[in-house]
């Protein structure tokens, strides 16, 4: 394990707490589960296992640096944590090993950590020369180098279009097609020259580093972020105890609307519309406890700039007790006005001034029932 570069600041730390709390801390004092699906360094975990003495850690991560950090940071917790090296979507698998076959609070921090951002040879960085590599496993997958080197140039432009929103995605293509021609691509710096040279001036005097766009998008194509996530989330939701919690950090727009999408979809019945009752199954299983996305407050921006661009969902799991006849549906096809706070745009780092839209949707009066939920925003 390497010298720790500097320190990663858990985002929204306290928030986090306050939204897991009432999962891991249950009535009947009972023994409680909780999943950080993305360990990194441990501050958020760390906060968990010392705010709940009765509760268990699965910590995963696929980064075995990442790992080894959090393993020493963790030690005095040794006896009730369980860190594992694995992509978050095999956490079923994972749960199964364990013996676990229900748990209590989930917490997704998306994205790379500052161990990851800050190392000067894992070419994350475009502020830094390193190989291009970007992989947070560096035990197996493809790098960024053999992106760049065998892509096609549809691909190519694909990948930075949808990935990192890059409206100058085609030019790049065709400098990265031109520039291996005669050379291999090794270097993060001569790709970050290589983007800057490609965005006409104009363009490039707004937006942030005019590399930011590329490396994030060669970054989820190389972990294959998204599609990660896709598959994680809706089996992390299903080995939620009833009353378990989750909360997901997202870091871009395309992260969010996943998260969004699959959250929405399981705090809303699946029923025919048209039908006055829940048929048994088509019940919602969670309720959502944030409303839209909550952002950042400006004081925490200040003090720590990734997190300006984080974006907080969270959900808690409900009873699905579609099928009683005292079951209604009018609730769960309403919904609130439009949410404060929302945006779409990827890394926009927006604040809304104050500590952002914190407050907890309010219960639901058939809680319990598990039949009436708030929907989403828009
Ligand atoms: C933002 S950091 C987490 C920081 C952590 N919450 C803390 O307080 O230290 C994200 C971590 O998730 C890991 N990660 C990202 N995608 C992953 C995936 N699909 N499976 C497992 N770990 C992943 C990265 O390697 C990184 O260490």
Redesign the pocket.
Known sequence: MGELRGT?V??L?ERCLELLAPALDRADGRTTVYV??????????EAVLAAHPRTVLVG????TE?LAH?RARLERYSDRTHLVH????ELPEVLDRLGYDRVDGI?F?????S??LDAPDRGFAYAQDAPLDMR??QSAGTTAEEVVNTYSHGELARVLKVYGEERFAGRIASAILRERERNRLTSSARLAELVRESIPAPARRTGGHPAKRTFQALRIEV?R?LA??ET?LPAALDALSVGGRAVV?SYHSLEDRITKQVLAGRARSTGPVDLPVELPGTGPMLRLLSRGAELPGEAEVQVNPRAASVRLRAAERIERDGGSSTTTRRAVRERPGRVVGETGSTGAGASNGSDGARRELPRPATEGGGTTVQGEGR
């Open positions: 990663h858990p985002v730390l950080d699906a993305t360990l990194g360094l441990a501050g958020h975990a995963l991560d696929r980064d990442a959090a694995a992509v978050y979507d917490l921090d998306l994205g790379v950590s161990l990851q947070m496993d972990n972020e990660a996530l994680a950090l």
